[in-house]
């Protein structure tokens, strides 16, 4: 993890102030805790297929970050729960077994795991949910109310309740294998995906600000 900070391969990495600048400031070829704490934004990628990372061991001492994404990496475990900053995580981690997360988190997108999802539903700050690709048969998001994005897009899904989602505006649920798509009797979805499914029929005539249908 270290090692990804002091060299991003096509990666990103900045000041909490919001600009580009070298971690390592002495240059001692290490991350000193003092300069941990100035990233508030790292956005790293492996520099191939076979020489990706296997742990996040470190992290817990970036503790301003704000913004987190990883590409594709061999990971097991992962605890962000001590990031109590951190407001987007993007993960792509297929052989996680083990995952907490901040409870501040806004903006969460994970691919690829085949992890359980209940403890997301308690992350009741989440406005953008992104769980395409997880071999979800279920997954409880009734917490979620503040919820303005979410795609659960090929999974392994029969059912969704979105009843309690009003705030809903962007919905991706194709390549599933629904058969009930519940939407809230008032919502201001613009954008609905489902295509793919086993849909026998779906009302949207409460749909009013609806601009994009695909189902």
Request: with cysteine; aromatic share 10%.
């Amino acid at each position: 993890f270290k090692n990804r900070i002091l060299y991003p391969y096509n990666g990103t990495i900045l000041h909490t102030e919001g600009n580009y600048f070298q971690p390592d400031a002495n240059n001692n070829g290490e991350i000193e805790e003092s300069e941990a704490l100035q990233v508030g934004h790292i956005d790293i990628d492996p520099p191939s297929i076979n020489n990706l990372f296997t742990s996040f061991e470190g992290k817990e001492y970036f503790t301003n970050l704000t913004y987190f994404k990883c590409g594709i990496n061999t990971a097991a475990t992962a605890d962000f729960s001590s990031l109590v900053n951190l407001e987007t995580l993007s993960l792509f981690t297929p052989n996680i077994t083990t995952i907490n997360f901040s409870e501040n988190l806004k903006f969460l997108t994970f691919y690829g795991s085949q992890i359980p999802w209940s403890d997301v539903n308690t992350l009741a700050n989440l406005v953008h949910l992104s769980l395409s690709n997880n071999q979800l048969t279920s997954i409880d998001i009734s917490g979620l109310t503040n919820l303005e994005y979410l795609s659960v897009y090929d999974n392994n899904l029969t059912t969704l309740d979105l009843a309690q989602h009003a705030s809903l505006k962007y919905l991706h649920c194709g390549y599933n294998q629904l058969t009930s798509l519940i939407l809230p009797e008032q919502n201001q979805l613009i954008e609905l995906t489902c295509e793919n499914n086993l849909l026998q029929s779906l009302d949207v005539a409460n749909s009013l600000n609806l601009t994009n249908l695909n189902c």
